[in-house]
Structures are given as structure tokens and as C-alpha cells.
């Protein structure tokens, strides 16, 4: 079963699930959640704008993981010192 969260995202022209979920989860990948949780736009690619969607109440993980990943990148290997 979808829980909402109660709010909901005024698309506007060009938007699609991918750029919604990027905007308000941070993550393409929940995409299909906001499918599933509005199925009556399921058929658009890219919204005309003025659609309204439905938010359903995810579980996103914090952004310690990019930290983790910036920390990473910056450390010089050993062999480049």
C-alpha cells in the first residue's frame, strides 16, 4: 500500500517522473514510486504542466553517502605522492 505524505508537486511544462524524483527525492531512482503512486499520469513522458502530483512517503537515505563519495575522491593514491 502507497502512504502519501500528504503533499504534492505542481509539475510544470517539461517535468517528467525522472526530473520530480531527482528535484524532491534527489535520486532519478524513484521515479517508479512516483508512477505508482499517480498511475492516472503514467502515460506522459513529459507533463504539459499544471499536473499535480501526489507524493508518497519514501524512505530516502541522508546524504552521508555523497560525503563518503567527495571524501573518497579526494584522496591522492599513494603512488602520486
Request: aromatic share 10%; proline share 6%; glycine share 6%.
Amino acid at each position: 500500500m502507497i502512504e502519501y505524505s500528504g503533499l504534492e508537486y505542481h509539475c510544470a511544462a517539461n517535468d517528467s517522473f525522472d526530473s520530480v524524483a531527482l528535484e524532491i527525492y534527489g535520486d532519478e531512482s524513484y521515479a517508479p514510486d512516483l508512477m505508482n503512486a499517480n498511475p492516472r499520469y503514467c502515460g506522459l513522458t513529459v507533463f504539459d504542466g499544471g499536473e499535480v502530483l501526489q507524493l508518497p512517503e519514501l524512505d530516502v537515505p541522508e546524504d552521508d553517502e555523497d560525503e563518503e563519495e567527495a571524501a573518497m575522491a579526494t584522496t591522492i593514491a599513494p603512488w602520486k605522492e
